[in-house]
């Protein structure tokens, strides 16, 4: 938001002075044509006596509104019904997504297993161990080393966790031999599968228990889900993965099924295998470094108001910016924020700051969370829901108002933090939407200088202006605006040239209002005397230079649409002049 205002625009100022140019018309055109004037009548008429005084009438209100100009896009009146100046836009980056990675598991082999029964030879069936109607169970055991591997992107530099993309199948058979004629069926009692500690099952932990009933000549088949692989600590990657650890089956097996007749157990072998399928990984959580861009990008001030780029303007104003930052990434970013105007093609370093804030990481990554901060010079006014960002010298980036201002925005990662990644994104957009806000209050060190020109004055004064040597323009002005003007002319000639042979009055002084619906009066003089004969028959034109400065009275008061300048202006030729009819 930007304010400063105590300046006239050109539609304003030039219908303040082209109101001359109407009077003069009104009051020199009123012949009666009805009557024939043309013969030998000495037309010649005196009028004024000591001078010439033409009411030029006045002006509507001047409010702000109209001074600003409503068809100014970045001008908006605020909810509190207060000005101020609004440049919107928005910065993305595009952040590439990181390469797919699936883990692999080689084949690998089970030992066998030779259960012992306590006995060679099966008893009769029904007859069994006394007591339990049944042989006792036989411990097994079994192990083997599984070797999973995978390649990993460069981005990725340690891993803690992954998460597939669905729950990849580790099946576990069991060959039985040996049983043919003995052995019907056969029991697992609390046969644990236990898989390298990093294994994740689908019902959590690492170990498979498996209490099942088979069919002894049949095998047995069972299968589990593997949802993720956690590391504690973090496995370093360097490029690759490569795991080589043990899977070790430990349990009880029992015959529940004799057959009739008996027969001999110890051929009896179980050969256990386990496949784990392909691991395609969707989540990777860890040391993981995408390449975050870097970002330059203008904001143009092309637009704002043209008599806020007036040499000598000063806006002394608090602005702020309002950032909010949408991060898909599922990683904590700390903005850097570099802030440069430029004036004239050139920076102004007096005007720059550089902030830096730290956005939220998403949830779920690929969601974009939304972290929003007020960028200010203090948190006096902080809306619910904002962080406060502190930049001491944001004044000063439009205190000169710059033609652009060049925004850098570098993105990093937070030292010590994690971060995840979904590899199934092919690429992320941080959005930063950002709202520079320039409230229009008054500040004690605002100076405005405002400039246009009031033209094609000859056409309307060459009735009179080479019988005078000396005009003047009476303006009585009420304002409300709480700034101090002051008006100056410089008088031009048809190529818009300081006009030779003539002196112009020193500025006239408008007082400030207070900012209130009653008005503060006040009067000044624009006199235009020849100092060379003839001169003021080249006049066309003024150049009018509003100037405005603050004081302490009027700080921090409020810019509405609803302040005024109104003007009262007449045209008096001192000495009045003698004119004849026939020119007119």
Known sequence: MIYRYGYLRREALALLCCGVAVCLVTATGCVDHRYDLKGD?????????????????????????????????????????????????????????????????????????????????????????????????????????????????????????????????????????????????????????????????????????????????????????????????????????????????????????????????????????????????????????????????????????????????????????????????????????????????????????????????????????????????????MPDGYMFVEAPNLPALIRTVPDSILLDVQPALVPGTLQRVDLTVPAYQIRIDYELCVPMTFGPQLSILYRDTVDNLAKDIRDFVDKVQEVKILATVDNTVPLTLQAAAIAVDGQKQPLQGVEVSAPGTIAPGDGGDTPVSSSFDVVIRETQAGALARLDGLILEITAGNNEASAGIPATPRQYVQVRMKLRVPGGLIMDLDDL
């Not at 099966?122 to 069994?128: A, F, T, Y």
């Not at 088949?221 to 956690?230: H, L, N, P, R, W």
């Not at 108001?305 to 930052?325: C, H, K």
């Open 41 to 381: 009548l000495d037309l010649s008429v005196g009028v004024g006596g000591k001078e010439l005084t033409i009411p030029v009438g006045e002006t509507e209100k001047i409010t702000l509104e109209k001074l600003i100009g409503s068809d100014e896009d970045d001008l908006t009146v605020m909810p509190d019904g207060t000005y101020a100046l609004l440049k919107r836009d928005d910065v993305q980056m595009d952040v590439a997504g990181i390469a797919p990675v699936t883990f692999r598991t080689h084949p690998f082999e089970l030992s066998e297993i030779r259960p012992d029964f306590g006995t060679g030879v099966l008893p009769p069936s029904g007859s069994g161990t006394p007591g339990t109607g049944e042989l006792p169970a036989a411990p097994i055991a079994s192990r083997g080393d599984v070797k999973i591997s995978a390649d990993i992107p460069d981005e990725v530099k340690s891993v803690g966790r992954v998460t597939f993309s669905a729950p990849v199948e580790a099946r576990v058979v069991f060959d039985v031999s040996g049983v043919s004629g003995v052995v019907n069926r056969m029991r697992f009692e609390n046969l644990r599968v236990t898989f390298p500690p990093y294994i994740v099952l689908a019902g959590g932990g690492h170990e498979l228990v498996i209490n099942d009933e088979f069919a002894a000549a049949g095998g047995y088949v069972c299968s589990v889900g593997i949802t993720a692989m956690v590391f504690d600590p973090l496995l370093v990657t360097d490029g690759t993965v490569q795991l080589d650890d043990p899977v070790e089956l430990s349990g009880s097996l029992r015959i529940t099924d004799i057959a009739p007749g008996g027969g001999d157990l110890t051929g009896v072998v179980l050969q256990p295998a386990l496949t784990i399928g392909d691991m395609q990984v969707k989540l990777v959580e860890g040391h993981v470094e995408p390449e975050l861009p870097h970002v330059q990008q203008w904001l143009g001030l092309q637009d704002i108001p043209a008599f806020l780029r007036e040499a000598g303007t000063v806006l002394d104003v608090n602005p702020y910016i309002n950032l909010g930052v949408a991060n898909p990434l599922g990683m904590q970013v700390d903005v850097f924020l570099g802030l440069m105007p430029v004036v004239g093609n050139r920076e102004n370093p007096a005007g720059s700051s550089n902030v830096a804030m730290r956005v939220r990481e998403a949830g779920t990554p690929g969601g974009a969370v939304l972290s929003v901060f007020r960028i200010a010079k203090d948190a006096s006014v």
